[in-house]
């Protein structure tokens, strides 16, 4: 029991506390007996009896040696994505050092700092303010925080429904009368009458067939209301493959718009809504999407010579692929093969000459000559057909055995018109180890490819082959070399169409394992996809990718150097980036804190786009300043929501514009106890009174000679009362 500032009294009782309770029940009732009998001297019994009960309790005087503790305010500052796209982050700061220099003036205060930047681990799952708060919260003494302000544009996304789950409630035992809630004050970056539009995706297909077109649903969203602002808006769709489309929608209603997939790999459409002028940013009204254009069950047609041992390889490694239709026949029984067999005993297939090669030869993605050679089998005007096929976008690879050196090869048939090399009619019979050549090394079919699973060392420690027919080249790239360097591996483009040409038929060595192996599945299924326009395979690439704030560019070509990259960014600057070679053939730079929004980059007559965004999409979902998730906290506190003003219009393209209105903050005052903490431009914070003990006095209220004193005295004097 408190009796002034720094002394109490306590009690260290005697007996137990039962015995005490039934004394004291005793005395009440002797006293009840003797009103009721009017006895005399009951007042005097009475007292007597009350000042035994009382040295039985063993009362002291106790002191307390306290040293007060400073008060903590915590100040969280919302620098978020949501904060970024908006030009607020500055406000935030400006804002923040304001307030701070006021609380640096108030005695005995000190500032702890909750820091939410946009390169937070938090900033994938949204803005976590409340979480940040909590974890601040619990490194500090409860019975120090005075309260609590949170400097954020009002968009977050971990708000609690109830106060009393930040755990800022007050307890009448933590700090005695100041029961209740810490105060909670929010300052708003921005003003109320904000205005904004987005571009909304509704849905939006991840993948698509080459050829097709998909649905994408999308709408417009508009925050806020602008006096001038038209519910009638203007968008434009790009495609690479296709025109500006543009397209006028109402605001709030859900259109859609086909996507289309012109080629396999990666498609992008670029969406642009027209700016506005009242609007806070126009760094979301741009959007990309991108999507997978996928083949649709690609067609494969093989066509093998006599048997042999590398006829499985091929085999096997185009059925292993789900997405490949294959179409494969072996030539068993050539016409000019003559045994007296009977017809009705032949169980062979008759080879579609006609239907193959001349009505259905369009529908392959892909022809494949495995150690053909010309027996009859195939008239000359169907492989005259082969060659217009190629021309005109198709895609042939010859694997070529020892007969392709012989009279009866390709060579000496129309497709000498297409093939990149002539035979010298040679056939190298010896050993040797397939090289990459220097070409080869920049080529996505042949860079970087695997070592053998006997290789101790960095380099290429492959099985060896055995045969190569030495050819001449005469036009195309030579990716890989064999015995004395001649050709092995020769691709090149015709037209609109690709063709590739193995001058060995012994890459089955490497399938089997034979001295160590080698890449054969890697090697073959690269030269498929090549020969089949894969987007990923293309010797002359530029790619760039937003990595939450950064950019990442890539440049692969065949030339010794490249030219700078040509970087357009969201506000229409340009800027020149030299690229540095990571490997041999690829170009590579990061540029790091980036522009939001969508980046163009040029390099020769290649282009690329990438999005500069949010690594979640709920912060770009709402941008506009608003009190209305963080109204309910702040009225449970009793605290108060301010608007610091300061906002800027079109920040992110504006740089350094006028602010549409000065910056204010709320004055702080320190507050014993409170019905509000917060008014009119003013903001208060509770004093917490919080202390250390460092040492206590105890004095006895009743000594045992003093107590026997005081007995014999109130006993002499009820003798004396009842003796008159």
């Known amino acids: 029991m408190t009796i002034f500032n720094g002394w109490d009294v306590i009690y260290s009782p005697f007996l137990d506390p039962i015995y005490l309770w039934v004394f004291a029940g005793l005395i009440v009732a002797v006293i009840l007996l003797m009103l009721i009998n009017r006895l005399p001297g009951a007042f005097l019994r009475g007292l007597g009896l009350s000042l035994l009960l009382f040295a039985l309790l063993n009362p002291s005087l106790r ?26 982050q500055e406000l935030v700061q400006k804002t923040f050092e304001k307030l701070n220099e006021q609380l640096s003036t108030i005695k005995d205060l000190e500032t702890e700092i909750i820091a939410l930047g946009s390169d937070d681990a938090r900033a994938k799952e949204g803005t976590l303010a409340f979480s940040a708060l909590r974890e601040g919260i619990s490194r500090l003494a409860s019975n120090r925080i005075a309260g609590v302000v949170m400097i954020t544009d009002g968009q977050v996304h ?33 003003d109320k009458n904000q205005f904004d539009r987005r571009i909304e995706i509704v849905k939006a297909p991840k993948y698509g067939i080459v050829g097709g077109s998909r649905s994408l649903k999308l709408k417009i969203v508009e925050q806020g209301v602008s006096a001038d602002a038209s519910h009638m808006v203007k ?84 059925k292993s692929d789900a997405s490949v239709d ?53 008239p000359l005007h169907y492989l005259d057909n082969v060659s217009q096929y190629v021309l005109n976008g198709g895609a042939v690879l010859v694997a070529a055995g020892d007969k392709f050196a012989t009279p009866l090869s390709l060579a000496n048939t129309p497709l000498e018109q297409i093939l990149p090399a002539t035979p010298t009619g040679q056939v190298i019979d010896q050993a040797y180890v397939p090289k990459v050549t220097e070409k080869g090394q920049k080529h996505p079919v042949t860079h970087n490819l695997p070592l053998s699973n006997r290789a101790v060392s960095s380099s290429p420690n492959w099985g060896r082959w055995f045969r190569l027919v030495e050819a001449n080249v005469s036009e195309g790239e030579t990716l890989m070399k064999g015995a004395k360097d001649h050709p092995l591996l020769i691709l090149n483009r015709l037209g609109e169409g690709r063709i590739a040409l193995l001058l060995s038929d012994h890459a089955w060595l490497w399938a089997r394992g034979f001295d ?12 498929s996809h090549w020969l089949m326009k894969e987007p990923d395979l293309e010797e002359e690439a530029l790619t760039a ?52 929004g969508i980046h163009r980059i040029q390099s020769d007559k290649l282009n690329a786009l990438a999005y500069i965004g949010f690594a979640s999409e709920k912060e770009l979902k709402n941008i506009v300043t608003t009190d209305r998730i963080v109204a309910p906290l702040a009225k449970q506190a009793r605290s108060g929501i301010f608007w610091s003003g300061g906002s800027q219009k079109n920040a992110t393209i504006k740089e350094g514009a ?36 460092k040492g206590v006095k105890l004095i006895p209220l009743i000594h045992g000679l003093l107590a026997l004193a005081v007995l014999l005295i109130a006993l002499g004097t009820m003798w004396w009362k009842e003796g008159h």
């Open 516 to 527: 160590g192996g080698g890449p054969y599945n890697t090697l073959l299924r690269r030269l």
């Open 63 to 88: 002191q307390e040696e306290r040293d007060p503790l400073k008060n903590i305010v915590l100040i969280v500052t919302d620098k978020s994505p949501s904060q970024v796209i908006s030009g607020r």
């Open 658 to 693: 006028t602010p549409s209105s000065p910056l204010t903050v709320p004055k702080v005052s320190m507050m014993t106890s409170a019905g509000a903490y917060a008014g009119a431009g003013w903001m208060g914070l509770l004093d917490r009174q919080a202390y250390v003990v």
């Open 235 to 318: 968008l434009k769709f790009r495609q690479k493959g296709s025109s500006e489309q543009t397209q006028f929608v109402q605001v709030g209603e859900e259109i859609t718009v086909p996507l289309n997939f012109p080629h396999a790999g990666l498609n992008l459409m670029e969406i642009e809504l027209e700016d506005h002028k009242d609007e806070i940013t126009t760094a979301n009204n741009r959007a990309v999407i991108a999507t997978e254009g996928v083949r649709e069950n690609l067609r494969v047609l093989l066509v093998s010579g006599e048997p042999h041992a590398g006829e499985r390889t091929w085999r096997n490694l185009l």
């Open 545 to 596: 990718v937003g990595d939450g704030r950064d950019l990442l560019i890539t440049r692969r070509s065949m030339k010794k150097k490249i030219d700078p990259v040509r970087v357009t960014r969201p506000d229409g600057s340009t800027k020149e980036i030299k690229l540095k070679e990571i490997a041999s053939g690829t170009w590579q730079t990061t540029l790091p804190k980036q522009q939001l």
């Open 158 to 190: 971990d708000a609690p429904k109830k106060f009393e789950e930040l755990g800022l409630s007050v307890s009448q035992e933590q700090n005695n009368s100041q029961g209740g809630a810490i105060p909670l004050h929010f300052i708003l970056t921005g």
């Open 326 to 378: 294959l179409v494969h026949f072996t030539i068993l029984r050539p016409p000019e093969k003559q045994d007296g067999t009977p017809i009705h005993q032949l169980s062979l297939i008759a080879f579609p000459t006609r239907e193959l090669f001349s009505e259905k030869l369009d529908d392959f993605d892909l022809i494949i000559f495995d150690r053909y050679q010309r027996r009859g089998v195939l």
